[in-house]
């Protein structure tokens, strides 16, 4: 059994983590695989690009917080393979243990011994006005904000083309169950159960008090574009990346990928477990 390791080179006692890691899967007879950059700061001889994972691994762990998490999971691409976060972030709505539990981990993985929890992913369009188009995949949320000017943005939003509403706010976001406990849930959205076939659309700071976060089944649709009197530029963002301008005529179009990411979780541990811990409820 091989197991691909993924780290985030920013986090303090990555290096650690990494080869106490790799010295607890050995114990189970389970071969780690480093990505090139995590080689890297082991100094390791060398890595595999994490897009070749697949082909290698039967499961991928992530050393970091959920930000590692979604920057893996892009590097990884639309592969059907279970992935674990191991936090040595701070606050790991998505990892599966913590690095003082790396035997357990290990223990887990070589017996099998863990449920997949498969996490619906988005695919976004931006379709310019001549055109042309861009795609891009978020396991939480995409989000169409405003710029650097700081001036509210006038944008609207159809659901299966029918329109939605005209939104003055700072932005709207468009999130995953996933995502529904990270920005969308900064934001004033709810928190949505991950087995729910659902997304989340939630304005950002909007200028009437009436604007509230809607929730659409994941077959649904939702179109996003400059309204008429908008002052543009605007920008959109996927999981915090790959920021693209939009500009009047411009249209992002989001819908379910159809792929969906398979997160691994230890037996015994659940969202409604994670959410007592990590927001301290009774």
């Not at 700071?205 to 530029?233: F, I, K, Y």
Request: with cysteine; charged share 20%; hydrophobic share 45%.
């Amino acid at each position: 059994m091989n197991v691909g390791i993924i780290a985030n080179p920013n986090k303090q006692g990555a290096a650690k983590t990494i080869s106490e890691l790799c010295v607890a899967l050995e114990k189970q007879n389970i071969v780690p695989i480093l990505e090139t950059n995590t080689a890297a700061i082991i100094h390791a001889a060398k890595g595999v690009d994490a897009a070749t994972f697949a082909d290698t691994c039967d499961v991928v762990a992530v050393l970091g917080g959920d930000g590692t998490m979604l920057d893996a999971a892009n590097k990884i691409g639309p592969a059907d393979i279970p992935v674990a976060g191991i936090n040595i972030g701070t606050f790991g709505f998505l990892t599966t243990c913590t690095d003082d539990e790396l035997d357990i981990f290990a223990e887990a993985v070589a017996r099998k011994s863990y449920t997949l929890i498969r996490r619906m992913q988005l695919r976004a369009t931006i379709i310019a006005e001549d055109g042309t188009q861009q795609s891009f995949r978020a396991l939480n949320e995409i989000t169409l904000a405003r710029g650097p000017t700081g001036r509210l943005v006038s944008l609207d939003a159809w659901v299966d083309g029918e329109l939605l509403n005209h939104y003055r706010a700072d932005g709207l976001i468009v999130a995953t169950t996933t995502g529904s406990t990270a920005y969308s849930l900064s934001a004033g959205g709810p928190l949505i159960a991950p087995k729910a076939e659902v997304f989340v659309i939630t304005p950002i700071c909007p200028h009437s008090l009436s604007n509230r976060s809607l929730v659409v089944s994941d077959s649904s649709t939702v179109e996003l574009a400059p309204a008429q009197d908008a002052e543009c530029p605007m920008f959109f963002t996927v999981d915090g990346r790959e920021m693209v301008e939009i500009q009047h005529g411009d249209r992002v179009r989001v819908e379910q990928a159809g792929h969906a990411l398979p997160l691994l979780h230890l037996e015994g541990r659940t969202f409604y477990a994670t959410l007592r811990q990590k927001l301290g409820w009774g």
